[in-house]
């Protein structure tokens, strides 16, 4: 059984970084799929940047290329998401997928999901 566990998110400055990680247990890792998503208050869920199973390819939903970046830490089953330059739309809560089947675009699909963790970004 898998499970997912996200580190805690914050409370930051427009501009600042803030860097997000998810640790997952059991063995579905190196070769599958990982995510994330975020939620933000009265909107939908929607993906933010997936990465693939080896060898690990990242994608990104147009909003966030080239101030996001997601990675792994296979030796450690480890997901990342460093965050920079975190703008006011960027809050939400922040979710980590785990045991993704497949991405497609920047979704990740079919996999298990963190808890969530809050992200706020102030002007």
């Known amino acids: 059984q898998i499970q997912v566990v996200e580190s805690e998110g914050g409370s930051v400055q427009a501009g600042d970084s803030l860097s997000l990680s998810c640790t997952i247990s059991g063995s579905r890792f190196t070769n599958y799929a990982l995510g994330w998503y975020r939620q933000a208050p009265g909107k939908e869920r929607e993906g933010v940047a997936c990465i693939t199973a080896i060898p690990r390819v990242g994608y990104y939903r147009d909003s966030v290329k080239g101030r996001f970046t997601i990675s792994t830490d296979d030796a450690k089953k480890t997901l990342y998401l460093q965050m920079d330059r975190l703008k006011p739309d960027d809050t939400a809560k922040y979710y980590c997928?785990?045991?993704?089947?497949?991405?497609?675009?920047?979704?990740?699909?079919?996999?298990?999901w963190g808890q969530g963790t809050q992200v706020t970004v102030s002007s």
């Open positions: 997928v785990a045991g993704a089947d497949y991405c497609s675009n920047f979704r990740a699909y079919n996999g298990i």
